[in-house]
Each structure stands twice: as C-alpha cells, then as structure tokens.
C-alpha cells in the first residue's frame, strides 16, 4: 500500500531521521527505533493493512504478530512522552526539540500505514501533542497562575512552532485520505462496525463468525406473540419500580472551599478557585442590586501533568457553582476525544451535542483535549462545542484539560475558545514532601500504619524517579501503595491469623514499584523433581 499523503514523510524516512537526531543526542541507536516502531505502531493498529505496511518499512522481516507486540507497547506513549525525549527533555539538552519533531513526523508517517481512517489521524494527533507535551516552562513561586504566551520561554515557543508544523501535516493527510475515499462507500472507520464493508476484502456470501437467525419453531419468538410465562390475553406482569435513592444533601459554598483548601498541595489553583468564588459571588450581589454586570466566562483551562489533581479539583468547582446558584445539578461529566467524535463523516456534531445534553445543568471535563486538534472531525467536534457554549451558557460549565504546550495550540486554533477560555489554571508537579503527605493520607484512610522507616523507603523511591512530563505524581503515590498492599499480603500468607497490629502495619520491604516476586519466589521454593518424576 502507498501512503496518501505524498507530502507527508514515510516511515521509513522518519525512522531515518529520527536515528540522526538520536546519534546527535548521544541515544543508542537499538533505543530510539524501538520508540519509532511502536509509536507508528500504536497509532497505526486500527487502520487496515497497516502492519504490512509496517513490517516493509521496517526491514522486512517482521510478522503480525511483532507489528501487535509493538503497538502494545507504544500505546501508553499515546498521552506520555517516550522515556528518551522524557529525559532529553528534563536535561534541557538542546537535541530535545529535534528528538521531539522527529518522534511527531514518526506519528504522521504511522498515520499513513495501510488505509488511513480517522481513528489513526486522531491517534497520531493526540501522540504527537503527548511528544511535544515534554515541553514545559519550569514553574517558579513567581509564576502566575494564568499563563500567556509573552511568558513561555524561547525553548517552550519553538517546541510549538514545532507543534503547528505537526498538525499542518496531520491536516494534509487527513484532506488527501479525504479525497481518495471520496464518493466511496467505505467512507467509515473500520472500528466503528467490524463487520462492515471491507471487513474481509472482496470476501462475498455470509460472513463467517456472524450468528445466524434459526427459522422455524426453534427459532426466536416475536416479540408481539404469546411466551411462556404470560396467559393469554392478560398483559405480562411487570416488575416494581426501583424505589430512588434519596438525594445527597448539597454541600454550602464554604464546605466545598474547605474540601479544596484540604488538599495537599496546589497552592496556587486553591488561590485561583478562591477568587474566583469572590468575583461571582460580588456579581451575584451586583445582579440583586440592580447594577449591570460583567459579562464573565466561567469556563477554565486546567493544565499540567497526569495525576495533579485536574479532575478532582474539577468536580469540586461543579460542586461550588451549583451551590453559588450558576448551575441547576452540579454533576461532573468526565471525557475525551472518543466520547465526543464519531466513527461516520457528519455523526460528530450529534454525538457531541448528546454528551453536551447529559453534562447540562453541570460541568462537561474534556481530558487531553488537544487530540481534537489536527482533522476535521475534531475540527467538527470543537465547533460544535463552541455553538452549544453559547446556547447554554447559563447552566453549563466546561473544563478542558492537558499538557500546556499543546493546550495553548488548541485554545489558539479556534477564535470561539480562546474568547470563552480566558482563565488558565496551572496545575504544577508535586514536592517530595506534598507526595508523602499525599501517600501517608491514602494509607491513614485505608487503615494502614505508616512508620519512619516506610515513609523514608518511599522518600528513596521518589529520588529514583525522573520528574517529567511522564511522572504520575498522585497517582504514583497511589501505585506505590497498593503495591505495597500486595506485598504485605504476600509477606503475611503464611500466617493464618494475623493481629491487628500485623493487618495494619506496612514495612519498608512493603514499597516497591512492582508486584511481589510471587513467580522467583515459587520457583524457589518449589521442591526439585527426583528419580521418576526427573524422567
């Protein structure tokens, strides 16, 4: 197969490059192919008769099944850096951007293997903006909360001319898979209906593994004809109405605060909520008086790294606006790029408008919201928002939230989001101290012991780990803790009735980044075969 888009570099190419900018970066060469392979991989996996095209640019000599093996493993960089541009990056090292460029052309090239579908161009957008979402000014205490880009460094700015660079190649691929498949009734994403055409290439007749209907009197019963259970003429007894569920009492404006405020951490997004309660609250009061007010956006920008708390802080801001009277129920509806983007040309729009419907009256939460940037059905989607914004602006709240390079792209693509997106709040990393605090709270709340000895093993693991854009924060702490958990368990199978004491107390040993060494440790301890059993 021949990709689409002519103007766009094939994989091979890009591999090509990347292994220069990787020589030039000092990165072993085995090391930044393996990135490459899987990253195309990954955003390639749904389109088909990719895989062929991945093993012949590739070297050839590859099957199925290592094309499958790659795609499982670069899927997570799909909303991550790789490990070698997350430590290019956290170096400063000047072949960073370069090493990031090439990992994103490397996307657009894997979007073009085998037919592309919309599914693969949104991949490839929401992987590049994960690359270049390693790009991040270094936060100070004198950073402002609401950043602009007059205060991005020079290194941040070109990483998003880079960015555009990216996504003006993303478009030409989508626009020339457009005209290929133009007037073709193949015009779907093949993952929408796995039995749809061109499922099983010029295959006819029935399809192999669908079930089929049996006829006669074995076979289903109309819904409209008698059944088994019914008699005759008397309608089918139906059953009793769930009694509801009472509703839970609403929380006042000032027990919503003291929630936030008792978060570890987030200095700065606390001040930010803060105010903004002041500024609503004094409209409010204008309002009663009879004063005009000012027409103010209530919609919020959160960005930074996985695990600072974006959604936690999110459904609390729900919460305070309803109880501030802006909202009618206060929900929090959390999504991404899938819930809000259909599988067929013109169904974005409907779907969009659908989770909109169930988000009224509360706050919509768009996660990684730059992968609606780069194709026309995230175009398709983000104008679609931006008309229901405006038709529901009086009980509706919405919250987009990801990396902050590429979320400044995003609000800047479209004129519509960066007039009702004018608050930015930065959710910094962690301190040391903020993720044992946050680790010592998720034990003391699941009834678990925390000494000096465990907090200090936990202290050593976090200067193990490197503080970029792929570091997990909170949610690190809460993997170092179950893990823990697990190992606890295991430490304590072979005793069959623990104290107390025992049930509660973590040790040490206890926190580790894996699982316990359950297989090393059976294979251990189990007996060797002797005589027959030998044989």
């Known amino acids: 197969m021949t990709n689409p888009a002519s103007s766009s570099p094939t994989l091979s190419a890009a591999l090509a490059s990347l292994l220069e900018v990787a020589l030039a970066a000092g990165v072993p060469e085995p090391d930044a192919r393996a990135e490459g392979e899987a990253l195309a991989a990954t955003v390639a996996e749904a389109a088909t008769g990719a895989w062929v095209d991945w093993v012949a640019q590739t070297g050839g000599d590859r099957s199925a099944e290592d094309f499958t093996a790659a795609a499982s493993r670069g899927r997570r960089w799909r909303s991550t850096p790789t490990p070698t541009l997350a430590r290019l990056a956290a170096e400063r090292s000047g072949e960073a951007p370069a090493y990031a460029k090439a990992l994103a052309l490397v996307c657009t090239a894997g979007a073009g293997l085998g037919t592309p579908t919309t599914q693969t161009i949104g991949n490839a957008s929401q ?3 994960a690359q270049l979402g390693a790009f991040q000014p270094t936060p100070t205490p004198q950073t402002p909360v ?9 290194f941040t700015r070109g990483v998003r001319g880079l960015w555009g660079e990216v996504m003006g190649q993303l478009d030409t691929l989508r626009t020339r898979t457009e005209e290929v498949r133009a007037g073709s009734p193949l015009d779907l994403d093949p993952q929408a209906d796995p039995w749809g055409p061109g499922a099983f290439g010029d295959l006819t007749g029935p399809r192999p593994s669908q079930p089929s209907q049996p006829s006669g009197p074995s076979g289903p019963t109309d819904a409209s004809g008698p059944n088994d259970t019914a008699t005759a003429g008397e309608p089918p007894e139906q059953p009793a109405p769930e009694p509801a569920k009472p509703e839970e009492p609403q929380k006042s404006v000032e027990e919503l605060l003291a929630e936030l405020d008792a978060l570890t951490g987030l200095a700065a997004v606390k001040a930010e909520i803060h105010r903004q309660v002041a500024v609503l609250r004094i409209e409010a009061k204008r309002a009663a008086a009879g004063l005009k007010t000012p027409d103010l956006t209530r919609h919020l920008v959160f960005t930074g790294n996985p695990g600072t708390g974006k959604t936690t802080v999110a459904r609390l801001v729900s919460g305070i606006y309803r109880a501030l009277g802006l909202l009618s129920k206060g929900q929090l509806i959390e999504v991404d790029r899938a819930e809000l983007v259909a599988g067929y040309l013109g169904q974005t729009a409907m779907k969009t408008q659908e989770v909109v419907k169930s988000a009224m009256g509360g706050v919509l939460f768009i996660d990684e919201a730059y992968s609606l940037a780069g194709d026309q059905y995230g ?17 509706l709240v919405v919250i987009v939230a990801g990396y902050p390079v590429p979320m400044q792209f995003f609000i800047a693509q479209n004129p519509g989001l960066a007039s009702r997106f004018r608050t930015t709040i930065d959710f910094v990393d962690y301190t040391d101290d903020e993720l044992v605090a946050i680790f010592c ?20 693991l976090l200067g193990e780990q490197a503080r970029d854009a792929s570091f997990g924060n909170g949610r690190y702490a809460r993997n170092v803790f179950e893990a823990a958990v697990g190992h606890q368990a295991w430490r304590l199978r072979e005793i069959d009735e623990p104290t107390v004491e025992q049930l509660r107390s973590l040790e040490a040993e206890d926190l580790s980044d894996g699982p316990p060494p359950v297989g ?4 251990q301890t189990e007996p060797k075969p002797t005589g ?3 044989s």
């Open 532 to 534: 027959e059993e030998a």
């Open 441 to 460: 709270g998720i034990a003391t709340g699941g009834d678990y012991d925390v000494t000096d000895a465990v907090e200090a093993r936990f202290r050593e």
């Open 520 to 523: 090393a440790e059976l294979l």
């Open 127 to 129: 992987a590049a903006a």
């Open 379 to 395: 175009t398709e989607a983000v104008d679609t928002l931006v008309k229901e914004m405006e038709d529901k602006r009086d009980d």
């Open 146 to 154: 609401a950043t602009s880009p007059s205060q991005t460094d020079e």
